[in-house]
DNA sequence: CCAGAATGTACGTTATAACGCACGATTTTG
DNA sequence: CAAAATCGTGCGTTATAACGTACATTCTGG
């Protein structure tokens, strides 16, 4: 990825014409003169990550969404997938994937449904840093272990917890158990 | 929020150690002198948005981890729900939500169990822009309209699309329908 | 039509980012 | 143990961010 200043001029023309703001009353709003704010625009300029945050903080939008891209076109599209043709096996046994939403930059996130067959009983690594992950069991009874804590997830149930750290999944009765799970990674995978 | 500079400083002095990086390794790997990353560290100065993109580049970090709270140590904690147990009904007839993780910004989503009861028919107003959403059919059968288009999903099927243009939702079987769905807000909610 | 207001850009000035280098303290090496 | 290497900080210099102001152009209302 290249350098985010034109993102960011980009970026900013857009709010500002999207709230129908001259810089005028933009360099009101947001304490940043309009001079800078046209430089900024034009992108004969780089602003500092402080001045930066004066902008988003006037204009109440994130200031993630100055430097990251925009949600793409293809995130965009509308897609359907069915878990039952795309399910893989891995070759680590007994655990089925299906990748409904593989990860996505700007989303943060892949989406996936697990099949824990009868039996399975697995640790799991830590994931980086922050990750966060998401269970909610459809059918059967799926048991989680973070922090040397089991909990037992029955259809309905859902479970949120730190994905950095050691954690294990254990489906001990004689039928599989499907879930689906959201995956967060906060600094990308 | 306050100015993120004093948040900067703590992120790159922890990025930095977790690597194990001295100053002068961190400055070859970036290419920002060792003296500006040290003004960084110490929050004596607010590097420009193009000297942190450096930073994030040589340290192959996002820009994003920089700039925004780090997991916080409530979402860090294991969290179970059960969707029977907070399942509400709201003012307007036919759907029941049960918000299993409702938004929180590091995340950028909520997660909520929706049961649209037979019969359902009902259109949803455009959320804001960038917005996606996926939907997962746990029981039964419901339609989602987006872009004039209606995709029919049975048990197992889901679908992204986006959530910022008008789309509806019909459940025209004479049996509830539950999903799961996750709905991702780019700019905050 | 005309005067005043609004708009975005250019320019000179001020403040600060960003740098290279020196230095004292600490760690490593032979 | 002494010398060399490494480390983080401070300082002066350079480059550029950020500002206030002037200006040409366009728009608006009487």
Redesign the interface.
């Known amino acids: ?1 290249k ?3 034109d993102h ?1 001029a980009q970026t900013l023309k857009q709010v500002r014409k ?1 709230k129908k703001l001259s810089l005028d009353r933009a360099a009101d709003l947001t304490g940043v003169s309009k001079a800078m704010l046209g430089q900024i625009e034009r992108g004969e300029s ?8 004066k902008i988003a ?1 006037g204009f109440e ?5 100055f ?2 891209p ?2 793409s076109q293809n ?10 043709e795309i399910r893989q096996h891995p070759a680590e046994g007994g655990l089925m994937i299906a990748p ?2 593989p990860y996505e ?5 892949e ?1 996936l ?1 697990l099949v824990f067959q009868a039996g399975y009983d697995r640790e799991s690594a830590a994931h980086a ?2 990750v ?1 992950e ?1 269970v ?1 069991v ?1 059918n059967g009874v799926l048991e989680i272990c ?2 040397g ?1 089991w ?1 037992k ?1 029955e259809e ?7 994905g950095d750290k050691p954690h294990a999944y254990r489906n001990a009765t004689g039928e599989d158990a499907k879930v ?1 799970t ?1 995956i ?1 990674y ?3 995978r």
Chains 1, 2 share one sequence.
């Open positions: 990825m350098d985010p200043k960011l999207d780089s602003p500092t990550v402080s001045t930066l945050w903080t939008v994130s200031l993630s969404s430097i990251e925009t949600t995130l965009k599209k509308t897609v359907a997938r069915t878990a039952d409904l939403f930059s700007q989303l943060g996130f989406y449904e840093p922050g966060i998401i909610t459809l973070c922090e804590i909990h997830l309905g149930q859902s479970l949120r917890f730190a689906i959201v967060h906060p600094n990308g």
